[in-house]
Each structure stands twice: as C-alpha cells, then as structure tokens.
C-alpha cells in the first residue's frame, strides 16, 4: 500500500486548495482514505475521510468548509479545502485504514500506512 500526496502550497485566508491522494487501483477500490494534519507545536488531527463506499466523515471544524471525494478515473481521493482559515495550515497527510471495507474511520489508529505530508499555508 502506497499513498502520494499532493497538491499543498501558500494561500491567502479565505482561499481554497486542493490536496490529492493518490493510490494504487487495489488500494483505492478496498480501503478508507482519510486526510490527517498537523499543525506547528499541535498534535496530529483527523480531518476528514472516505470510506471504501463513499461514506465520508468530517471534523467539526471543517464540515462546513472542506468536501472529500473520490475519483475513480485516477484512484484518488481529493481534500477540497475552501474558506481557508490561519489555524488550517499544518502539514496534512493522507492514510489508508489498516483493514480493508472500512465505510468510516477517523482514529489514527484505525490507519496504517501513510503518505509522505503535503504543507498547506494559510496568510492572514
């Protein structure tokens, strides 16, 4: 199980940025993704998820502002991230959970193999 992920960069508060996961076919059709980060001098946080079904699962402090989806074209799974706010930037890694047909997971412990990180910046 390998994961890439990509896509992190410098935006202004209230911008929007898009991460990808990508995964191998295998991968991607058994196994949840979730997105986790972790900001400077914070603890790692879960973000958000995609089951292996779709089901999706959010933290409370981006519902309202970060979509997770899956594009079966490219076998990734994408981390819309709009409204961007400074306490979003953190380095954000994406996960695949540790067994396979998992429709929703959010504990780090639930995931077992991790991507490399992407940096996401946010300006005030």
């Known amino acids: 199980v390998q994961l890439q992920a990509s896509g992190g960069g410098l935006v202004q508060a209230g911008g929007s940025l898009r991460l990808s996961c990508s995964a191998s076919?295998?991968?991607?059709?058994?196994?949840?993704i979730a997105w986790f980060r972790q900001g400077p001098g914070k603890e790692r946080e879960f973000v958000a998820s995609s089951g292996w079904n779709g089901a999706t699962m959010y933290a409370a402090s981006v519902r309202d502002r970060f979509t997770i989806s899956r594009d079966n074209a490219k076998n990734a799974v994408h981390l819309q991230m709009d409204n961007l706010k400074f306490e979003d930037t953190a380095v954000y890694y994406c996960?695949?959970?540790?067994?396979?047909?998992?429709?929703?997971?959010?504990?780090?412990?639930?995931?077992?193999?991790w991507g490399q990180g992407t940096l996401v910046t946010v300006s005030s």
């Open positions: 076919a295998w991968t991607y059709s058994r196994y949840a």
């Open positions: 996960a695949a959970a540790k067994r396979q047909f998992v429709a929703v997971a959010g504990a780090a412990v639930e995931f077992g193999t």
